[in-house]
């Protein structure tokens, strides 16, 4: 029977020292609850035997990291951590989305909303799986901040204002906030522990006052997913909307590099912090929505064609007579026929109006044959590639900045 968070606090209330083991033995409770009780004794002078409970749920393989892979199975199965492809048919062409999953090789440090925890540096969590994650807008910050490191150390000449601003829009202080062309999506982790900070006395080098950072280790597992749409080059020139793509395209995987190996994301990056091996696990996958050019293309008026125009007049004798198909006749299997003399005519007139119609008939049919033989099926719309690293996704995002930049023929 499931218990309201505020009948099971009710059922611990006046912590005492021994309630402490008592809610570490509870079986009906979830280590996130065991957590948020075992934060009542704060105020308490058993506090840190509180912590040290809390520590035990931390471990690596303990009830903590269990729930938190519980919890990553129901986010896969909703589609929460990486959706669907989206339906690039209601999107502009020139769309395309970045997924891949990748490894920490540093601890990832976060800062909770929980005002009320064991301890003061919880790590982010999404508050119904209680799961380790990264918010969309934690990813937005990070990279435009990485992509400012690339352009302060190269002297601000890798990007422009105007680009990293259609990217990410403008401040939406005010109705000339311009939204900007990126979307996040949220990445959850497979699982979390703790690190330990300790300041050390400047006189006796030893450590004084241990600080407990909770923390997704290294060997951590997470999924990157972001979509970019050009929505402000609806209806605009073709040509500069696939430059202007070509040029967000490559600084975004420029930025994705430095900010998951060089520079890092989420707390304390300048200690080294929040970084990614280079290799990522299994296939990475940028899927862009090129012109469907079968559409594009213009077909000739078949009204324009001699065969076709022989063509026509046939079925427009077949259906004024209303005969099942139209023979080829010479004059005396045209008299042998039983047709009346008006039809007689009608028939030698067509004739007379196409004097090769035998031949030009017979290339016709050929022509048809050969056309749909040769006929292929219309290129994809999408354009998909794959890459296993970091260095290959900006390789990728180079050669499709020239196939872009060529006009769109992938």
Do not use: C
Not at 108 to 128: E, G, Q, T
Not at 318 to 346: C, D, H, I
Not at 368 to 373: D, F, G, I, Y
Request: aromatic share 10%; proline share 6%; charged share 25%.
């Amino acid at each position: 029977m499931t218990v309201m968070k505020r009948e099971i606090f009710a059922a611990y209330g006046g912590l005492s020292a021994g309630d402490l083991g008592r809610i570490m033995a509870d079986r009906d409770l979830n280590p996130s609850t065991q957590a948020e009780l075992l934060a009542t004794a704060l105020a308490m002078p058993f506090k840190e035997t509180a912590r040290s409970h809390y520590r035990s749920l931390m471990e690596v393989g303990g009830s903590y990291n269990r729930q938190i892979s519980a919890g990553l199975s129901w986010v896969q199965r909703l589609g929460l951590e990486s959706p669907a492809e989206p339906d690039f048919t209601i999107l502009p062409t020139y769309s395309f989305t970045i997924s891949f999953q990748f490894m920490l090789a540093q601890p990832y440090l976060s800062k909770d909303d929980d005002a009320f925890y064991i301890i003061d540096n919880p790590v982010r969590k999404d508050k119904v799986f209680k799961t380790p994650m990264v918010a969309p807008s934690s990813w937005k910050g990070s990279l435009r901040h990485a992509l400012w490191q690339l352009g302060h150390r190269h002297g601000g000449k890798e990007y422009t204002d105007e680009q990293v601003k259609r990217m990410f829009g403008e401040a939406g202080g005010d109705e000339t906030g311009l939204a900007g062309r990126l979307f996040f999506y949220p990445t959850f982790f497979d699982r979390m522990s703790l690190e330990i900070i300790n300041p050390h006395d400047r006189v006796r080098r030893v450590g004084k006052n241990p600080i407990l950072f909770e923390s997704v280790p290294p060997g951590a597992k997470g999924r990157f997913t972001l979509l970019y749409v050009p929505f402000d080059r609806i209806a605009k020139d073709e040509a500069e909307t696939r430059r202007q793509v070509a040029a967000d395209l490559t600084l975004l995987a420029e930025g994705l590099q430095a900010m998951f190996t060089l520079y890092g994301f989420g707390a304390k990056t300048s200690s080294g912090f929040g970084l990614a091996e280079d290799s990522l696990v299994g296939q990475g996958s940028l899927i862009l929505h090129m012109e469907d050019r079968a559409e594009a293309t213009e077909k000739e008026d078949p009204a324009e064609d001699p065969l076709q125009a022989l063509q026509a007049d046939i079925d427009a004798f077949v259906e004024r007579f209303g005969v099942p198909s139209f023979p080829r006749w010479t004059n005396k299997e045209l008299s042998a026929s039983g047709w009346g003399k008006k039809r007689q005519s009608k028939y030698k007139k067509l004739r007379n109006r196409h004097p090769d119609w035998d031949a030009q008939v017979g290339q016709w049919r050929e022509a048809t044959k050969t056309a749909e033989a040769e006929e292929e099926p219309a290129p994809p719309p999408l354009t998909e590639r794959t890459f296993v690293s970091f260095s290959e996704l900006l390789e990728t995002s180079r050669r499709l900045k020239s196939v872009l930049s060529a006009g769109g023929d992938a």
